[in-house]
């Protein structure tokens, strides 16, 4: 008997029974829902996490000055003011390293006509907007020629924009105060959302690094260097080369401390996507067990399925089916069975998806691979939660079977 | 011409628990084509032991068996399968049709079994249901007809393959008078008009009357062989 025949006794004798065949398959398409479902959630809350790790850049290494020491007590990292623009411009000659920007910040108020804010004050350079991957909304980014000539210029962060300007007209062309300095609004930027750490990222005036270390702090230091590689696998390869390099620029020798801290996201990064997917394989190894269970589900109804049918077994036999024949046909019932269960588990668990990304606004997202392995799964339970029922109905002597009452 | 059936000395013997009960004890029977035969005996006669032998449902424990002058007595389960698949066909006492499923279906199952393409099946089963008597009720199920209509479609099925012999055991067993005598009257005809080959199982002697000879079993063994000389029908 070819393939096509026997599923489609199998599928005959299905029909036959429609309510039992329906209530059979579903335990698995519970199972196979609560699958997907599961790992909707957790690929999804790990894709968020990693997505709001990715806005920082995970292609970014941040270097800190290191602690300042005064009367034996050590301030934490950033208290020294050792890090110079200079240190910027030698790690920017490194290979592997795609851009640095020298980063100095303040917390000062803001005020702009009768509004005024406290917001977090940076001065950067032309590449912070590329490490960062912070486009420009409206206007422009600070450039090269404001750096030089200490321009008197700044870019606001979506929610500075919203406080300082809340009628909506454009900041652009206007004029803030910053720590009694006017500077003029050259652009905008796009709204970036709250970090990792739920910090709001868009309340921030950007400015040029020169501007802020001669206008505001006075210093000629800056309170970290920002540096993107070029790519992820470069971030080790390059940590190592500028902590070389700022070694030997801060003259440093074996014993003493480095007085300077490198970071990267990738670890951080990694780490948070660990944890999500271990989490993710936790849920769906107990929505697995359901779908164990909805396979025993199916073994049971085919043993009651095989007693119950004995005579027409026997019939089948004597008519000219061999045993295999009938174990095929069997077996062939279980896996329509669970494969079309796994089927209507993936619509349902698809629908519960949107449902969930609807009402609870939890972010999700449907692997495909997920999809393909539970209705991929949800066969195999078939194959093997079907397979003793069918040997059992193959296994029947012809003359018993058509005797049985 | 080969005969349908030659048995010689056919043995069977079935092991109920510690004690064995002799179901043949050496049966010897040449039945030809074309023959219609009626197997009488009361219960434990070996009768339905023979019929299942026969019908290649089981293997003879001593003796030979030729189906249609090949020997029968050692086929494995799945030869014997394909032998009943295309040479044997089968009416019971009970009908056996399959439940919830047209008589046209239940006709075309050892179609299925055989490997006949779908629309041939159709075709045959039409013609032999109409030759049965019982196209009409193509889209039937069994629970929507009377016992001699579904014993006419377990007819109709048994005839599909073109069987070289008919095997009907006890067919008339669950009927009225009226519905045996028709199911007979149709066994005769088809004997008769189409020349098929008949082996009957029945402890009725009203119900052997329909055959050309009448077999007699009682403890295993033939008792009595004889041409059938006043036919009811």
Partial sequence: MTIQATLRLALQALVRNKARSLLTMLGIVIGVAAVIVTVAIGVGARVSVQSSIDSLGSNLIVVQPGSVTQSGARGGFGTASTLTPADGLAIAALPGVASVSPVVTLRTQVVAGENNWQTTVSGVAPTYTFIRSWPVASGRFIDQSDVSSTAKVAVLGATVVQELFPNGQSPVGATVIVKGAPFTVVGTLS???????????????????????????????????????????????????????LEQRHRIVAPQPDDFQVRNLQSIAQAASQTGAVMEFLLAGVAAVSLVVGGIGIMNIMMVSVTERTREIGLRMAVGARAKTILRQFLAESIVLSTIGGMAGVVAGTAGTLLVAQFAHWPTAIPLQWIAASVLFA??????????????????????????? | ??????????????????????????????????????????????????MQIVGLLDKPGGGTYLFEGRDASNLSADERADVRSRRLGFVFQAYNLLPRTSAIENVELPMVYAGVPERRRRSVAIEKMELVGVAPLRDHHPNQMSGGQQQRVAIARSLVNEPGLLLADEPTGALDTKSSADVMQLLSRLNQEQGITIMLVTHEPEIAAYARRIVTFRDGRIVSDARNAERAA
């Fill in chain 1, 191 to 245: 709204p970036l959302g709250q970090s990792g750490m739920g910090q709001d990222q868009d309340d921030t005036v950007l400015i040029a690094y020169t501007s802020a270390m001669e206008r505001l702090t006075g210093l000629t230091t800056v309170n970290s260097l920002m540096i993107s590689a070029a790519d992820a696998k470069d971030v080790a390869p390059v940590q190592q080369r500028l902590t070389q390099v």
């Fill in chain 1, 379 to 405: 066969a195999l339970v078939g194959i093997f939660f079907g397979y003793y029922p069918a040997q059992k109905a193959a296994r029947l002597s012809p003359i018993e079977a058509l005797r049985f009452e």
């Fill in chain 2, 1 to 50: 011409m080969t005969p349908v059936v030659e048995a010689h000395a056919l043995r069977k013997v079935y092991a109920m628990g510690a004690a064995e009960v002799v179901a043949l004890a050496g049966v010897d029977l040449t039945l030809d084509a074309g023959d219609f035969v009626a197997i009488m005996g009361p219960s434990g006669s070996g009768k339905s032991t023979f």
